[in-house]
């Protein structure tokens, strides 16, 4: 593969496309809570390996991903 790094910052995260080819992700959303680090929600944890528009989640040199969104329910 070709690992790439992505960081995060106020709410969007930023990829670095890979010099060739496409990266498939998977993207984990954890709902916490951030003084205490305990669960908000249940389940807790989601993850998605599709996009916007319920494709595979990959980055391309020059393109723009959207995951797919995920909803927390179940929250206090």
């Given at each position: 593969?070709?690992?790439?790094v992505?960081?995060?910052?106020?709410?969007?995260?930023?990829?670095?496309?890979?010099a060739?080819?496409?990266v498939?992700?998977?993207?984990?959303?954890?709902?916490?809570?951030?003084?205490?680090d305990a669960?908000?929600?249940?389940?807790?944890?989601q993850?998605?390996?599709?996009?916007?528009t319920?494709?595979?989640?990959?980055?391309t040199?020059?393109?723009t991903?959207?995951?797919?969104?995920l909803?927390?329910?179940g929250c206090?």
């Open positions: 593969s070709n690992p790439i992505g960081t995060f910052a106020a709410g969007k995260t930023t990829i670095t496309s890979p060739t080819g496409d498939l992700y998977t993207v984990e959303a954890d709902a916490t809570n951030p003084a205490s669960t908000m929600c249940s389940p807790s944890s993850t998605t390996s599709k996009d916007a319920a494709m595979p989640l990959k980055v040199a020059g393109a991903t959207t995951a797919a969104e909803d927390f329910t206090s």
